[in-house]
Antibody, heavy 121, light 107 residues
């Protein structure tokens, strides 16, 4: 069974930083892309970033390019999202999701429960 | 980027009735289209991928159709557990994009 558990969310001030983590289990981690999707309060889903199986390829939404960095540690079955220069509009639940293949250009069957990031002074 | 537009924003349906949800892409996404269901406080659940293939464990009352720029999710006979928000997502090209969602509520 695939299990994804996010952590690291919380309250941050505008301009601050947070690092989200996602612990994965139940599959051969290094052969699948991993993705972060966010959902602002009362809003829809928005793709944030994807990293390929061994991390050589990354993709970012324009809204976070240069601000967020996705990475992974395949020895620990972990994926991370380093969020810098946080803005109020980054407030959202952040979901970690497992891709259906190595590069992640696909649908997403497995999701974590999400971690809430609140950016406020 | 490909813009995904869902309609209607809200659909009021009685239990047992049929629900038809639409999703339109700003350019062709071929059949690279998925549908998700999301209930309050929960993560999205994949219902349909490749426009018409049900994900594992999804009841047969859910069906997807379409290709190119126009897609439909049909719920043939709404059950109480189907009242939720539904999103479409294209994965033809980066960036991945989602529609704004259709809320299916009880009439």
């Amino acid at each position: 069974e695939v299990v994804l558990v996010e952590s690291g969310g919380g309250l941050a001030q505008p301009g601050g930083s947070l690092r989200l983590s996602c612990a994965a289990s139940g599959f051969t981690f290094g052969t699948y892309a991993m993705t972060w999707v966010r959902q602002a309060p009362g809003k829809g889903l928005a793709w944030v970033s994807t990293i390929s199986g061994i991390g050589e390829t990354t993709y970012y939404a324009d809204s976070v390019k240069g601000q967020f960095t996705i990475s992974r540690d395949n020895s620990k079955n972990m994926v991370y999202l380093q969020m810098n220069s946080l803005r109020v509009e980054d407030t959202a639940i952040y979901y970690c999701a497992k891709g259906g293949d190595y590069y992640g250009l696909g649908s997403y069957l497995s999701w974590g429960q999400g971690t809430l990031v609140t950016v406020s002074s | 980027e490909i813009v995904m537009t869902q309609s209607p924003a809200t659909l009021s349906v009685s239990p047992g009735e049929r629900a038809t949800l639409s999703c339109r892409a700003s350019q062709s996404v071929s059949s690279n289209l998925a549908w998700y269901q999301q209930k309050g406080g929960q993560a999205p659940r994949l219902l349909i991928y490749a426009a018409s293939i049900r994900a594992t464990g999804i009841p047969a009352r859910f069906s997807g159709s379409g290709s190119g720029t126009g897609f439909t999710l049909t719920i043939s006979s709404l059950q109480s557990e189907d009242f939720a928000v539904y999103y479409c997502q294209q994965y033809n090209i980066w960036p991945l994009t989602f529609g704004g969602g259709t809320k299916v509520d009880i009439k």
